[in-house]
């Protein structure tokens, strides 16, 4: 009797999961190798082989969807929503409203998969990478913004290209696993040689130095399964809408606005004087997955002169980074960024606007002058080290004079 229980409810749980895939809808927007180019047959091509794979429960015909919008020769522009407004520079490629991202979300599948590998590098002789990684993240937007999941396949090799064009598309390689992060599905590792030339593999090669044979798709295929794409669990990445900075009263403002943030997740407020060289300021934990959400924060003690700021985003298997904000400190020539105490020396790290001559004074906390000394400041930051081994212990302060009488303060501890 126990065994005839058994078998009833596991048989229940088999239907029930057949039940929950039947209920999956999956459209591909792309080019060539996603309409099933190179392949010898649709069958043996990377969709072609996702159809069969997904399609278990054949017999009562309601298994899992594909729509295949792929056009052979498409690029981003000519995927991007309807209504997009065309640059000039690139009116040759108007979107086309059948194969586009408007066009996939509207046919409301669970999935879109976008998989334009190659073809944007070949835009020239103007082209920039970031109208690339633009585009796909406003078709990222759409996307999500109709509560679909989003996967982006990575760029792929190709032997026509040039060798300028063959590192723009390894370059692609890692801007679309840092923007996408998890819905990034990397192709490219499987497909290319190992020459450092940035080619095809002759053993994934269609011969035609751009498609792949059934190899190369079959290669694709296993890394769109490897990503599980139909977990329940998949992620949407966080969507930052907006990042600024601006000097109010002497201080730095920061703020931005974020969309579809994960469980977890954290903003990195990080600065520069010089634009390459980042320092952390402040951790701010991500308020969770809800509504569009507001930060903001202050920089206290903002540099002199021009400064730089960004935004380090950590969520769970990703870490990506904002647009870099320059901002124009008018309010200080100097100011006094790091103090601290070693041995009989106080180190001092000063960022001053211009190279100048400066003041400096410790006074004890009854204001009578201890020592006193004229250094040279370089531009942007100096080092200064300065003898203190005669001060007895107590609290002092340091005081910085520029040449034209603008002045900044700390106090420190003397020990013995």
Known sequence: ?????????????????????????????????????????????????????????????????????????????????TGFATPANRAAWPVDPEHNITKAINLHPDIIIVSLPSNDVFLTPDYNMKETMDNFRQMRQRTVDAGIIFYITSSQPRDDASPDQRQMLRKLVDSINNNFGASAINTWDDLITTDGTYGIKPEVSAGDAIHLNDVGHRYIFQDVVAKNIFSVSAPLPLSLLSFEASVQNKTVSVKWQTDLEEPNSYFVIQRSSSGSDFETLEQVQAKGPGQRTNYSWTDQKPLAGKSFYRLKIVEPGKTSFSRVISILNKEKDLFIQKLYLASSSLHVQINSRISQKIVITIMNMSGAVIQKESRQLNQSSTDLVVNVGTLAAGEYVLQLVSSDGTSDTRTFSAVK
């Open 1 to 81: 009797m126990e065994k005839k229980f058994v078998l009833p409810l596991f048989l229940l749980s088999v239907v029930f999961c057949l039940t929950v895939q039947a209920q999956k809808k999956v459209v591909v927007l792309g080019s060539s190798t996603a309409a099933g180019y190179g392949s010898s047959v649709y069958d043996s091509a990377w969709v072609g082989r996702l159809i069969k794979f997904y399609n278990k429960n054949t017999a009562d015909g309601k298994d899992t969807t594909f729509t295949n919008l792929a056009v052979s020769g498409y690029n981003t522009y000519k995927t991007m929503p």
